[in-house]
């Protein structure tokens, strides 16, 4: 008989199978509706050849078997069910911007629990790979839709960016996805980890490391989503 989380592993993967279809799909739509987009992209070929290599990675850990150890899935649903809420947040961002806060905080949180969880740094960084995989897949789909109904019905969106779909790829699908989400989520699971053993007898050193761990991370967010 399959476990319980493997099962669930599965389901969870075809959910992301499906986004990742849909993803492609609104970039091809995108690709028809906009010949501008078609000549921008031959003239840069590095930026083809960048949201390709994304749109590879992205591909290759949603149709990957999930792995069937129990703390590795537990570590992934719980990353994936932040995702969930992180491009929730995205799809809010487009009508108010000040969500973003919370889309910077969410990694951090996800890689927190999941190392207290798994026992491990480890376990911060796959929970947050996983929160920002769900939560870049559907962000950018949300971007890409925007931005499609914009060419499709100008007089209804005279204010939206026809640039927006570059935007989701490059910043939600590649940098917040698949850069920024793995490292806050290795430095949330630090803190978790620094966290966890405050209550042992050198809970000093952690609570020092913990204090450190935090501004540094409260830094790094306000750095780069200020921008």
Known sequence: ??????LEALRERRYLIVALGLCVLALFVSGILSPDLAAALSRAPGTVALASATLLVCAFAVLRRPNNK?????????????GVAAGCLWIIFLMEGTVWVFEAILPMVAGALGAIGYGKVRGGTLAAFWCGLAGGLIGFLAFATKGNLAFLLPDRFPNADNEIVGAGLGFILMFYSLIYCPVVGTLGGLIGILLERTGRPSGWKAHAGLGMLSILGLLLMGWLFAK
């Open 1 to 6: 008989m399959v476990p319980t989380a493997q």
């Open 70 to 82: 129990t703390a590795i899935l537990q570590a992934r649903s719980l990353g994936l069910k932040f």
